[in-house]
Nanobody, 118 residues
Framework: VQLQASGGGLVQPGGSLRLSCVAS????????IGWFRQAPGKEREGVSC????????NYADSVKGRFTISRDNRKNTVYLQMNSLKPEDTAVYYC????????????WGQGTQVTVSS
């Protein structure tokens, strides 16, 4: 596994989680990193993406204003801070490395489950 997502869990509506995406065997600096999610019975949805330096970001309309993507190249890690979580955010979240946001993934790995429920 070259990318590992972690930080998921069970949280109540309105709560927060921070997901981490750690790379092994390659440096994240050279890649755009994106998060996407997939819920049972639903299509895969791109959530957010961050480019290399200078970093620019984009977000799905469904998460704008609630989620924040960031990167720490020294730790070879990209984060997804998720606030004001809603039940419809429930999904398995994956991260992937791209040459450019929106392009085909160069690397991707196992996901982490996020469940938003009271």
């Amino acid at each position: 596994v070259q990318l590992q997502a972690s930080g998921g869990g069970l949280v109540q509506p309105g709560g927060s989680l921070r997901l981490s995406c750690v790379a092994s065997r390659f440096a994240l600096d050279y890649y755009a990193i994106g998060w996407f999610r997939q819920a049972p019975g639903k299509e895969r949805e791109g959530v957010s993406c961050i480019t290399g330096s200078p970093a620019s970001t984009n977000y799905a309309d469904s998460v704008k204003g609630r989620f924040t993507i960031s990167r720490d190249n020294r730790k070879n890690t990209v984060y997804l801070q998720m606030n004001s979580l809603k039940p419809e955010d429930t999904a398995v979240y994956y991260c992937a490395a791209y040459v450019a946001c929106g392009g085909p993934a160069s690397y991707w790995g196992q996901g982490t489950q996020v469940t938003v429920s009271s």
